[in-house]
């Protein structure tokens, strides 16, 4: 296999989509919001529950997609398990720059010991947007989603 | 060559593919596999050297021109209209209208032949295989008019009910739109029996053929149909070409599409009078350049025996379904008599993304996605599907990198 396939579906990525962590509708959720990949027909939907410092005190995600966007969500949600909104902002800053094969820097060392595993997508600009979509979704969530779970709790 | 491969025998793939220098490149150092021709077609080099010659030689803009040049460019435009009216065999030559591809065809038919006509609770009869392009056009008539879709459905292999088709049309159907072959499905629909059906009953019919004409042959007498639109880039010609056949009393009563010079007749302050068709739905500078480019594709086209093509083409798509009918992880959508050469399947375990990312890297280029045909893909409780499309040029060796490609994917991803 090429280089930057074996890079791309190496074991970690193929485990997290294989067995996404966090998977599933979180029932206490406060934020919530839907993300569509019209290339692909994809959907995710992510799931948040913030305290009252808008930590995120849980996250969920559902969702069918490839092995990047579902890979990509279920290391997001690990990711972002407990982190303030400033943490998750730069986090997510970083991981789109990682993704396009950009210097990622503001990153914490775990951070981007973890988020590397995703690297090898630079390679494939077609699919960056399959690994970008739950983030895109998590961020609308915070911003926009507070509604739309109380609508769903209803 | 094996018994199959004779079938073809007054047509040789492996002459034909010279003629595609592009498919003698490499990508990522693997030689390239073409089987995405049902998204996009590759250009002969004829097709280029033609454009490229006339480009150098004989262009300027059409009509009104007194030079030398524009009456010569003129000639080849209109010589261009003969080409395609001969390719579909119209009656006459004004029943062709040059339009920038199959979406625009299909849409001047929405907004100039049926919008106007439509009242609230008037009906469409589409079928759930049809291509964005020929459901967008009918649902602005809904949205904005109150129109009515009626969608027809397809059986499991993806053949189409005719009888459904038939009970769907009563006295509200304004216009029966149908795709000659389904872009997912390679469904090829019984275009004859539908018209039949539709014009007992009163109603016009539609077809949507960027598919069907680059494999079947068409007569638009024989079948009497009203509107049948086609695209150049799936015809081996270039992009922003297409054209649309109709009958000539239905463009004689359509009203313009866009507005501006060579679609008139005579521009006054306070009154206007239009060009007869086809120049009333060619407005402003056509793509002159690329509607030779079309004719010298439909030539190259007809240069070959077309029931040759269309058996090797055919033989292409049986080797390839034999081989994939024998894995118990993939799943083929779309298994129509007759159907043209386009294989659509989902494969267990591997996404159509992660997928079309592997086999790309083996030089094998496949569509991956919803194909514009949501739809269809609600039907088939699909949200994506791998498609490999056969052309002219495509080999039983293109399949059996398809078929290696497949197999190293699942190593990688299952």
Known sequence: MDNALRELYQEVILDHSRHPRHHGVLESASHKAEGYNPLCGDRVTVYLRLDADSRVDDISFQGKGCAISQASASMMTQLLKGRSQADAERLMTGFLHLVKGEEASGLSEDDRETLDVMSGISEFPMRVKCATLAWHTYKNAVEEGKNAAEEGAT | ?414
């Open chain 2, 1 to 414: 060559m094996t018994a199959q491969g004779k079938i073809a025998a007054s047509f040789d793939a492996e002459k034909a593919r010279a003629d595609f220098e592009i498919l003698s490149r490499e990508v990522y150092g693997k030689p390239l596999v073409y089987l995405d021709s049902g998204a996009s077609a590759q250009k002969p080099r004829v097709v280029l050297d033609t454009m490229r010659d006339f480009a150098q030689s004989e262009y300027a803009n059409v009509h009104r021109g007194v030079h030398f040049l524009s009456a010569a460019a003129t000639d080849r435009y209109e010589a261009a209209r003969r080409t395609v009216q001969k390719f579909l065999n119209a009656a006459r030559e004004d029943e062709i209208v040059f339009t920038k591809g199959g979406t625009e065809a299909i849409n001047l038919v929405s907004y100039s032949y049926l919008a106007p006509c439509i009242q609230p609770g008037d009906e469409i009869v589409l079928t759930v295989m049809e291509h964005h392009s020929n459901i967008v056009p009918w649902h602005f008539l809904r949205e904005r008019q109150g129109a009515v879709l009626r969608w027809v459905d397809v059986g499991d292999d993806g053949s189409l009910d005719i009888e459904a088709l038939d009970a769907a049309i009563n006295s509200k159907t304004k216009l029966v739109a149908v795709t000659h072959m389904s872009n997912v499905l390679g469904t090829v629909t019984p275009l004859k029996d539908i018209i039949a059906r539709a014009h007992a009953k009163g109603v016009p019919v539609l077809a949507d053929g960027c598919q069907g004409a680059v494999h079947e042959m068409v007569d638009v007498q024989a079948l009497d149909i009203d509107f049948y639109a086609i695209t150049g880039h799936k015809l081996y010609g270039p992009t922003g070409i297409g054209a649309l056949y109709a009958k000539r009393a239905h463009l004689k009563a359509m009203r313009p599409f866009n507005g501006g010079g060579e679609m008139i007749r005579e521009v006054m302050k306070d009154r206007i009078t239009y060009a007869d068709p086809p120049a009333r739905f060619e407005a402003g500078t056509p793509p002159i350049i690329e509607s030779i480019g079309l004719a010298t594709a439909l030539d190259y086209l007809s240069s070959f025996d077309r029931k040759a093509v269309a058996a090797h083409e055919h033989d292409l798509l049986a080797y390839a379904r034999e081989q994939v009918g024998q894995f118990n992880w993939l799943r083929v959508i779309g298994d129509a008599p007759g159907k043209g050469a386009i294989l659509s399947f989902e494969a267990e375990g591997m996404h159509a993304h992660d997928l079309a990312t592997i086999l790309d890297r083996e030089g094998v280029a496949v569509r991956a996605g919803h194909h514009c045909a949501q739809v269809l893909m609600e039907r088939f409780g699909v949200t994506s599907t791998s498609r490999a499309s056969f052309a002219l040029y495509n080999t039983r060796a293109d399949v059996d990198a398809l078929i290696a490609g497949l197999h190293k994917a699942r190593g990688i991803l299952v």
